[in-house]
């Protein structure tokens, strides 16, 4: 990661939303090897808490969880943090248009290692939709 993306890391909260442990797990060690601050939820309802009590930056949150999914959340983290940006992950690959509409950007699970960060960047950077970027054609 350059050295101006790591200074940014240092300074930035990412509250992860995943109902698989192993998988919030891995997004956890991911995001603090680059020097992110990392909060953790294995339910939409903890992740709510955790939103309302602690200053966020960005959140990655599933698309699918029982009890809240993806979607439910995002409009719930929309209401307490609204300028905190949401990206979606899933390992489905057929999401409906509604529930994209609600967030701010969308990583496939399978791409993770790849696009994780560059979206974390430029979304915490500047704070615009990259539903229609490049990395998403």
Avoid: W
């Amino acid at each position: 990661m350059p050295h101006s993306l790591q200074n940014a890391a240092n300074h930035t909260v990412v509250l992860c939303i995943d109902d698989n442990s192993a998988i919030l797990e891995c997004e956890q060690r991911f995001l603090e090897a680059f020097g992110y601050t990392v909060l953790t939820a294995p339910s939409g309802s903890k992740g709510l808490e955790l939103a309302s009590i602690h200053p966020v930056d960005v959140v990655i949150v599933d698309y699918c969880m029982p009890e809240m999914n993806g979607p439910e959340v995002a409009i719930e983290i929309k209401r307490l943090r609204p300028h905190a940006p949401i990206i979606m992950l899933s390992g489905a690959v057929d999401i409906p248009n509604k529930a994209l509409s609600v967030v701010d950007a969308f990583v496939a699970k399978d791409h993770l290692g790849s696009q994780l960060l560059p979206v974390i960047a430029e979304l915490h950077k500047g704070g615009a939709s990259l539903m229609r970027s490049p990395l998403y054609d």
